[in-house]
């Protein structure tokens, strides 16, 4: 079993390529080898048959020489981040619409019985009334570059697997909190900045009110279920092949209140909330869901995300209250 993911050196890519290496084997074959592409890798990670290539994804026919023969699963993760994309259309498109076409490429040159899994996103959905809960029935309509790259990505994942090219299926995920190390460029950055910020003793700046809703999950759920879609037969997803995946409806006064619970609980001085509103991030979050309903992805064994201040309680016992920064 050869298998690639292509952002193995961000936070997800790391997880994922992790638990792959802990299980040894997928889809009742064993591993013999786990490639990882990225641009750099930042955390370390050991393994047998592991090998990580760095490179621009987007470089005509990189994917295929990296990947050195056909591969039977894809886990194609690499991307420019939200408020990248808002910032630079023409780059957002060659890394996550011409990137993921050389990704389906390479998947089509391995075979029709190639597996790949899609990290798409909730901002495919927006232009309707986002209080709305937005499940797999919900019209495509984004409001942002980076949701438009994504739900063209979805069409080409359906495309390619219509044509039989290779074994497509799309992960619709919502915000994955908590992420370690510092803030990035995602406009949803300030929600892992909220819970992860004062747990390490510091201020976290907040740039939008208090009672905006979000949907959240936790990196562990988004693993499991990545790993579980990997696994799904064909015939369950049928001719749709992105399921938007289950998460909780969090504001930032709730988040609060599950970091004050677990602060307490462990002893651990925390740092404080600063409201300061930042109108280009806040422009942005109001275009997104407020609410998902992963129904569809749950009925087809993908997990439900565990309670907000178990997910609190994790990251501290997991990356301890000063995490290492990610790549």
């Given amino acids: 079993m050869r298998v690639l993911i292509t952002g193995g050196g961000g936070f997800l890519g790391h997880q994922l390529a992790q638990e792959l290496l802990r299980l040894g084997q997928f ?57 990248e994309c808002e910032e630079d259309f023409d780059a957002a498109l060659r890394v996550n619409l011409d990137g993921g ?20 996103s909730i901002a495919c959905y927006g232009g309707l009334d986002m209080s709305l809960p937005m499940d797999d029935f919900t019209k495509h309509l984004p409001q942002t570059t980076y949701g438009m790259t994504k739900a063209m990505g979805e069409m080409l994942v359906n495309d390619h697997s219509r044509k039989g090219h290779f074994d497509g299926r799309s992960v619709r995920l919502p915000t994955v909190v908590i992420r370690p190390g510092r803030p990035n460029a995602a406009a949803s950055s300030w929600a892992s900045g909220m819970f992860r910020e004062p747990l390490n003793g510091e201020d976290c700046r907040l740039p939008i009110s208090v009672d905006q809703p979000h949907p959240m999950t936790d990196d562990l759920t988004v693993v499991q279920s990545l790993l579980a879609c990997a696994q799904l037969p064909a015939e369950a997803l049928g001719v749709d092949r992105a399921l938007v995946l289950p998460a909780h409806r969090v504001t930032p006064r709730e988040a609060m209140q599950a970091v004050k619970a677990v602060g307490a609980r462990l002893g651990i001085r925390l740092g404080r909330w600063d409201l300061q509103p930042d109108a280009r991030i806040a422009a942005i979050v109001a275009r997104w869901p407020q609410q998902v309903d992963g129904a569809r992805a749950m009925a087809l064994g993908m997990p439900q995300p565990m309670a907000l201040e178990a997910i609190v309680e994790r990251f501290v016992r997991t990356f301890g209250v000063l995490a290492p920064p990610s790549c």
């Fill in 27 to 83: 889809r009742g074959r064993a591993l013999s080898e786990l490639i990882l592409l990225d641009r750099a890798f930042g955390r370390e990670l050991a393994g047998s048959g592991l090998r990580r290539v760095c490179g621009d994804v987007a470089r005509p026919g990189w994917v295929r020489e990296a990947a050195q023969g056909p591969v039977d699963v894809i886990f194609h993760l690499a991307s420019m981040v939200s408020g």
């Fill in 101 to 120: 076409r050389e990704v389906f490429a390479a998947a089509r040159a391995s075979g029709p019985d190639t597996v790949l899994v899609f990290a798409s």
